[in-house]
Each structure stands twice: as structure tokens, then as C-alpha cells.
């Protein structure tokens, strides 16, 4: 990958559900050690862009490039590839209701590498004090708080020390201190050198986290900025978005 070419870009983007057009012509790149968030209404196609990212939804016209290859035309076994490299917060965690947190975040590495199990532990151990969860290796995810939940699905997510992380709405649901500590966790993925891109409808911690945000409306990116611009361009489609939530109830 060239110094000039973005990690990932999409373009051309265009998703139907039946005869509903959801996306139509999106486009937009994400610069490597960047984090990217996009806002918008409630169904309007903010997930499906992450979810085709890592090829479990194919547009129906357009292209993703990943490292300047296309993810729309590869196989299983090329999406393998870009998965250990490319990893998905599930919203809810997604975790294995029938394995312990240990056993949870050593998932990855027993899938996809040949170490060792005292190496695995050794790993799992470091990510789970990453994400402030030593102790609770035991547990069962019926056990675990909502917030505890998320971070272990992070832990996971991170295991395999992925270039990017697609953060589904880390924070949705999360009470005021459990929503800090994950702001706390993708700071410090951030300083790590993680490339990001996070969808939310929690504007505050998207002005924290961001480097950019864009504004999905219609189908399609209407305007994109960074916090600061929006803080100085006071007739901006997507700060009168922004503060339009604000004002409202969340």
C-alpha cells in the first residue's frame, strides 16, 4: 500500500432491499490511523456499510477496497483474510452464551493461528487488562453487564490485532459511566494506531473520538467534516444535524 492510497475506500456504493434503494452513490475513504464516524437517521443504512466492509452483504453496484483490493469480488476464503485484519463490534457483543470470557476471546487465536495454549493465555490475559476486565475470565456472558459485554466483544475483536475495527454502536444502551469506559477503550485503541470507522448516534462521543465525521442522509453522504470544522461553520448541513440531535431527545 502506497503512502497515498487510503486504507479503505468505498465507491460507487449502491444497496437495494427488494424494489427500497437504501444507498445510492456513497463514497468516501478512510486514511490509515484514522477514525472515521458516520451519522445518521435510524435505518438508513449505517450498519449495512459496515457489514459489507467485511462481505456479509454485497451492493449491488460499486466497490470496497480494502489495501486497493476489492472486497466486493472475493471469495470465502479471500474474506477470511480480510476478516483477521478487518474486525466487526458487533453491537451486542455477539458473544458464545456457552463459553466463558476466556474462552471467548481466545476464540480467534485457537480459529486462526498455531500457538500455543500457554501463548493464548498470555494474550488473552494482556487484552482482558487492556479492557480494564481481569477477573471475570471465569464468567459466563449471562453473568456480564451490559457494558462488561461490549468490552469483551472488543477484547475479542482485538485479539488478532486487526488494522481496523468497525465499531456498530458501541455506546447504544450503555448508562454514563459504562459509556465513559468505552470512550476510555477506543482512545486508547486509537493511540494504538488502530484505523477506525464508528457508526453512533451518540453525538459527544463522536466529537471525542473522531478525526472525521460524515453525514449519511437520503442514501448517501450529504456532508463531512472534522470536529473542529463543524465547531467553526455554523451553517453546515451536518452541524445543523448534529445540533439538531443535540436538542432533542436521544
Known sequence: MTDKQPLIEIKNFHISYGEKEVLKDVNFVVKEK???????????????????????LKPNQG???????NVVAMDEKELT????MVSYSFQNGALFDSMTVYENVAFPLREHTKLSEKEIARKVRYELEEFELKGIENSYPSELSGGMTKRVGM?????LKPKVILYDEPTVSLDPYNTAKMVKVMLKLKKRGTTSILVTHNIPVALRV?????????????????????????????????????????
Not at 155 to 159: E, G, L, N, T
Open 155 to 159: 477484547a475479542r475483536s482485538m485479539i
Open 63 to 69: 466497490e470496497i477496497l480494502v489495501e486497493g483490493r
Open 81 to 84: 483474510q480480510i476478516r483477521k
Open 210 to 250: 473522531s478525526d472525521r465525521i460524515a453525514l449519511l442522509l437520503d442514501g448517501t453522504i450529504k456532508a463531512m467534516g472534522t470536529p473542529k470544522t463543524l465547531e467553526q461553520s455554523y451553517n453546515s448541513l451536518l452541524k445543523n444535524f448534529i445540533e439538531g440531535i443535540k436538542g432533542g431527545d436521544k
Open 34 to 56: 484514522e477514525c472515521l464516524t458516520i451519522v445518521g437517521e435510524s435505518g438508513g443504512g449505517k450498519t449495512t456499510i459496515l457489514r459489507s466492509i467485511i462481505g456479509l
